[in-house]
């Protein structure tokens, strides 16, 4: 049989797919998927000591190494470990918090209140480096008429602090 100069049959046009798949898939081979992609790779364990407090109220700085804890393990691929030689260490201190009167009924009495807070975080890896350092400020207010104490505003800003405190642990490099 006779073949034209421009005939190929289907076999040669089946192995060109089939390398342009492979080269494809290699050349896929760094990347990755999902939130995993927000974090450091070289990073497998982070160590959390109990944060400092410089706070009045008791407890403020283990409720918010508590809550800092829960946030990386269940947004993070890190796992929170209790050995201090970790792959890195995230050490925190509460420095200050304040409970500030914004508004008061005709008696005087305090309506609404703002209870802020700020805390430093340093994040550093098992040889010093400083992966990322800052101050969180934080408020929430709360309305004591409406039944809502300290405790509960206290409570809503460690959750917010320390969702943002995960975030401030995703690399800079994206």
Known sequence: ???????????????????????????????????????????????????????????????????????????????????????SVLTGRLLADHKRVISENVNDEPRNLLFSTAVHITWIDNGGRILTQSVISLGDNFVVEAGQSVTTAEQAVIRRLA????????????
């Open 1 to 87: 049989m006779l073949r034209g100069p421009g005939y190929t049959d289907g076999l040669s046009h089946a192995w060109l797919a089939v390398l342009c798949c492979i080269c494809a898939a290699g050349g896929c081979a760094g990347y990755q998927l999902g939130t995993r992609t927000l974090y450091r790779t070289e990073i497998k364990t982070v160590h959390v000591p109990v944060f400092q407090s410089e706070s009045l109220r008791p407890d403020v700085g283990e409720w918010l190494t508590e809550a800092v804890i829960k946030e990386i393990e269940l947004r993070t691929p890190y796992k929170v470990v209790s050995d201090p030689l970790a792959d």
């Open 163 to 174: 969702a943002q405190i995960v975030s401030e642990m995703e690399s800079p490099n994206w």
